[in-house]
Nanobody, 126 residues
Framework: QVHLVESGGGLVQAGGSLRLSCTASGSGFNDHAMGWFRQPPGKEREGVSAIDWSGRSTRYADSVKDRFTISRDNAKNTLYLQMNSLKPEDTAMYYC???????????????????WGQGTQVTVSS
């Protein structure tokens, strides 16, 4: 069992930056693939970025490529999402997720994940 807690969300002006963190408790974090997802109001949850268990392989949605950076610190059981050049369309509830990876690469579909955090709100004003 893995328990995930996100932090770092908030209100920021367009062009600003935020850094989200997701801290995991429980066993097996080092074996888990991790992902960041977001759900804007009235819309479906979508994949933002994902990272494999080692941190060496990452994937990004086209909408955030070159603006967001995913990383992980397995010694601290923590996943990060550095978000730069934020836009109003980035406004959403952001969730982190994890699953046992069994050697799989980064996974961008919410259906692939087992464990979810409670979310942290990101609001970007224009």
């Amino acid at each position: 069992q893995v328990h995930l807690v996100e932090s770092g969300g908030g209100l920021v002006q367009a062009g600003g930056s935020l850094r989200l963190s997701c801290t995991a408790s429980g066993s097996g974090f080092n074996d888990h693939a991790m992902g960041w997802f977001r759900q804007p109001p009235g819309k479906e949850r979508e994949g933002v970025s994902a990272i494999d268990w080692s941190g060496r392989s990452t994937r990004y949605a086209d909408s955030v490529k070159d603006r967001f950076t995913i990383s992980r610190d397995n010694a601290k059981n923590t996943l990060y999402l550095q978000m730069n050049s934020l836009k109003p369309e980035d406004t959403a509830m952001y969730y982190c997720a994890s699953r046992r990876s069994y050697g799989l690469g980064p996974l961008m579909s919410p259906d692939e994940y087992t464990y979810w955090g409670q979310g942290t709100q990101v609001t970007v004003s224009s």
